[in-house]
């Protein structure tokens, strides 16, 4: 593979490791656990897998360990630093001894249960070491939840004589590495499943993990692109930017990239929820704030929206609720596709009916036909960035005749998800996905299974970060799943009462009046530390003591 400078050089970086990981460790163990919600319910469906104790390691006695084999899957969506678990994994086990073999699963979970797979070498490593990507072993969303699956999944671990299983997902993903820790342990199959925490959404996040790997860098890459419009636009002042930004659920990423940035208006969709805003609310308060900056003569500014604000708006929510409920059905399974959409407006209340008829018909349609493998909407396939723009232009219309504006408007739509979730990972991202990966041969050589693997700390420089692991079930509840309450990892949405989201409520105002744009450039890999090695803004203002 040719490569660019940049990437020759980087190719060349050693990620850090926390100090404990550093030699031989001992597991120190902490007092066992219990599930987030529902514990009785989730004790009964993990007899073998709940109440394992939070483990943390620390320096310990070298210790001799036979050759053994590890295999790993890429789950769910790209996100920076998936290559450096996988290196971070290869020279963890091949330090505990040099003839331990790592097999990839091509393509996600599906390569698990197709039997698709290759050996990974060290030449291969070399070639992905600090790069973004998913692309060495391919990833994929086939969910992981059925017997038949598992069963011809041990079919290949043993032939491939694997150890431990390294799935590397987001909260839908460790699910599945959950279950399949528990099948796998309740059929005394011997063989361990780890998980490590994957996803640039930055909601598989609790007490026990940080946060997720590559959110610090999609997070990085969008703010570089928003600043970049921020100075276009404060340059032409002609235009409003309306970026809709990845994230499905949870406004993690928006709220990072306006601390980082400072746009006139950021929303957070979980707001939207608290406040019962209607859509109608959401506009009228985009269409204000243009309002009050055109009497300053400024016809411009940015507004950033989380791609998922849309389910969280509370009439759409419980339309969404209906309509996951009626689609779940095996009749509405039968239903022909061009016939869905009729059958849905058939099978939904009243209320709930009004408001779909209320919608563009491209969003009503995205809301009723199509899922993804995990039952959610598609959310990063709804423009509500041009939704929005145009309500808002129809509002500005309205509000003129009225005498209540006196500016031009001009929209520009964007949509950063896609540009974020492969980018060469950040010093941190780089660091961190190396110690998960690493500290996850410990857990395996630990004879560990249910464990996820966490590194804590990371707002401290790498040698004081905290290694070990946490026992999936202790995420857990149960949730409402294409029709059925289903044990899930809790999503964290943003918290309206944490640090991040108040200090940008205790700026939004200004910010949104006075332009007060930030322009954060590029990500830098060389340099001083303050300017490379800075975790996210949400990570420091969380860890603020
Ligand atoms: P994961 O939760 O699997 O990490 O994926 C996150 C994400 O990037 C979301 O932000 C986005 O809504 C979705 O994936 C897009 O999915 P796809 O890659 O299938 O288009």
Redesign the pocket.
Known sequence: MEKSPLQLARAEYQPKLPKALQGPVKAKEGNPTQSVGNQEEIKKLFPNTYGMPVIEFESGEPYEMAPFNVGVIL?????PGGHNVISGLFDGIKTLNKDSKLYGFILGPGGLVDHKYMEITSDMIDEYRNTGGFDIIGSG?TKLEEEWQFEKGIKILRELNIKALVII?????NTNACVLAEYYAAKEYGVQVIGCP????G?LKNEQIET?F?FDTACKTYSELIGNIQRDCNSSRKYWHFIKL???SASH?ALECALQCQPNICLISEEVEEKAMSLDDVVAYIAEAVAARATDGNNFGTVLIP??IIEFIPAIKKLIAELNDVLATDEAKEVARNKQLDYVKEHISEENLKVFNSLPTEVAEQLALDR?PHG?V????IETEKLLSHMVATKLEKMKKAGKYVGKFAAQHHFF??EG?CAAPSNYDADYCYSLGFNATRLIANGKTGYMSIIKNTNSPADQWIAGGVPITMMMNLEKRNGKMKPVIRKALVELDGAPYKYFVSKRETWARYTSYVYPGPIQYFGPSSVCDQPTITLQLEQKK
């Not at 789950?75 to 996100?79: F, I, P, V």
């Not at 994957?198 to 959404?201: A, C, H, L, P, S």
């Open positions: 789950s769910g969506g790209q996100a969303r997902g987001g909260d839908d993903s994957k996803t640039i959404d909601d997720s590559g990845m994230g499905r990423i791609e998922g993804d959610n598609q959310v990063s396939l998800g896609y979730r």
